[in-house]
């Protein structure tokens, strides 16, 4: 009886890189982005580690296999130099503005990425639902509202601190120029936003 493919999703097999010792795959990253060196060059600096850390010839690497890698790596890089550009032209433009902007586009970019991650999951129909990339999702989405909150209240804060600033200034300059009691408490009140 012929073996009939199942609906099971299954964990796909970890590459070889994948399973290099840390110190190792730190070294291919490294020397991916560095790019001071041909990949046939690393291929050799790699496996050549490989043999010394006393790895069995199966965990060497091949020449496609690297190149696979590379480009992954490669695609996720442009993915972040872009994000990166896009980051930096709002923080310039929003640079003379309160801190909480910045934070608010970056939470909104947070936002974004897991909406375009989730809408990437629906689009592939003929998958099985990943329910860890769902839950991981969630939790994603609530640790960027923790974040918004969280940063609202810092914004408060540091406002109400500043205002407080202000305020004992005003009250400092307000007696010596002879302003009454009551002119004083009125000019606070009005920085502090007390009616």
Known sequence: MADKPTDKPT??????????????????????RDGSITQKELLEEINDLIRVAGLPEEAELSKSGLNRYASKMEAVGKDLREMREVSEVWVAQLGEKPTGDVTKLILEIGRTQLFKAMMNQADS??????IGMIKDAMLAAQRLEQTATLSHKREKEIRK????EAANAAEVVGKSQGLTKEAVQLLKNEILGIA
């Open 125 to 130: 129909a003929d998958e099985a639902v990943d």
């Open 11 to 32: 964990r796909g097999k970890r590459s070889k890189i994948d399973l290099l010792p840390e110190a190792i795959r730190k070294k291919l990253d490294m020397g991916l």
């Open 161 to 164: 601190a500043f205002a407080e």
